[in-house]
Structure formats: C-alpha cells, structure tokens
C-alpha cells in the first residue's frame, strides 16, 4: 500500500523549531518529487515547499524562505522538514504529498497524487 | 504568483443533480511546450487530507468515479460532479502546478439542498 505517515508535530513556543518526518512506504521513493502543504486550522491549502528526486533541488514558499529546510533520506524513505524561527502564523496542520508520475517518467511540476494524514504544529507562549 | 480564485465559495446541490464549481487563474497556466494544461482539483472531507481527483484540467484520477469531470483551458476551468451523491460532501480546491509557488484557490464548500 502506497502511504505516507508524518511525524514530529506539537507544541512549541515563538522563535522556537521543530523537525517534522514523513515516512513513505509502498513505492520507488528515490523516484519522487515531494512536496509540504500546510492548512492553517478552518483556512485553505497553501503550498510550503518542494524538494526533488535525489534531494539537490529544492524551493520553498516566500513565507518559510530561509525558515525552513526540507530534505531526504532516500535509503530511509524519509523526508525531513526543519522549521526554525517559528511564528503563530505557521500554526497549521503540516502534509506531505508526491508529486505525480507516470510509469514511464516523473514530472518537475505535476499534481499531488498521495497525501500523508498532516501532523499538527502549534506555534503559541 | 500565479492567483487562483474559485467561485461560488459555497454551493448547495440537491442529491442527483448536477454541481458546477469554477476556478480561475490570474495567468495562463497552458505550458505550450509540453502542451499540458497544470490544473489540479482536490477534494477534501472534514477531517481528511486532501485526495486527488482530476489533473492536466481533465484527466480523472484512477479511483475517482466518472460523475467527477474537469474541463476548461488557459485561465478559466471548472469542476463538474453530474449527479450529486451523499459522499460528495466536501470542500473543492483547485491548484495550479504550473510555477512556484504553486497556488490553491480558497475553496468551494459543497453541501446537500
């Protein structure tokens, strides 16, 4: 089964960090483009960042730009996202998604096929 | 960054009728090159992650049933589910995959008249 699990989510106090995980299983994972959506609570999708394949790639919404880092692990099948200098606004519930592909090529830009369940941040003293 | 607004932001559809959700973005979101349209629709039950259903603007997901359809081009696209059913309670979004950062609209909540 295709799957995705994120970890890492809770509690943490202005200025402050965590590291989110998200363990995927069921597929190539070497293969995959991956992404992290994050959804304030009662508000929208938004878009947080991207990372390639091998993880020499990545890009990263202007709200977390030079924030957060997402990386891989690709002989773990992990992704990693290290969120520094936390703010109440990055309150939200954290995805992580893949990117699409085909059976015969993966995409640069391609929609969101499989979605972790979303781990919960709250930034609040 | 390429803008995405939905509309209506709420709709009501009796069960079996047909429900029609718009998206539009502030650029095209054609890519010539490939000749693929980078137009994505989510949907998402309370309390669920996002699942999705239609990309490149109209080629539905393995899974989704055929009620759900996509079309549109450019800059004006729209989802269309034809026959509403209990299960189809949820919010829509569209997202563009064309640049970075990619876009959500903000939502179209579904509902049963």
Redesign the interface.
């Known amino acids: 089964e295709v799957q995705l699990v994120e970890s890492g989510g809770g509690l943490v106090q202005p200025g402050g960090s965590l590291r989110l995980s998200c363990a995927a299983s069921g597929f190539t994972f070497s293969s995959y483009w991956m992404?992290w959506?994050r959804q304030a609570p009662g508000k929208?999708?938004?878009?947080v960042s991207?990372i390639d394949h091998d993880g020499d790639s990545t890009?990263y919404?202007?709200s977390v730009k030079g924030r957060f880092t997402f990386s891989r692990d690709n002989a773990k099948n992990t992704l990693y996202l290290q969120m520094n200098s936390l703010r109440a606004e990055d309150t939200a519930v954290y995805?992580c998604?893949r990117g699409?592909c085909t059976t015969a090529s993966c995409y640069t830009?391609?929609?969101?096929?499989v979605?972790?369940?979303?781990t919960m941040v709250t930034v609040s003293s | 960054d390429i803008v995405m607004t939905q509309s209506p932001d709420s709709l009501a559809v009796s069960l079996g009728e047909r429900a029609t959700i718009n998206c539009k973005s502030s650029q095209s979101v054609f890519y010539s090159s490939y000749n693929k349209t980078?137009l994505?629709w989510?949907q998402?039950r309370p309390g669920?992650?996002?699942?999705?259903l239609i990309?490149?603007a109209s080629t539905r997901?393995s899974g989704v049933p055929d009620r759900f359809s996509g079309s549109g081009s450019v800059t004006d696209f729209t989802l269309t589910i034809s026959s509403l059913q209990a299960e189809d309670v949820a919010i829509y979004?569209c997202?563009q995959?064309?640049?970075?950062?990619?876009?959500?609209?903000?939502?179209t909540k579904l509902e049963i008249k």
């Open positions: 992404h959506v929208g999708l938004v878009w991207r890009a919404a202007d995805f998604a699409y830009s391609s929609a969101f096929d979605w972790g369940q979303g | 980078y994505a989510y998402q669920q992650p996002p699942n999705l990309y490149w997901e979004y997202q995959y064309y640049s970075i950062p990619y876009t959500f609209g903000q939502g």
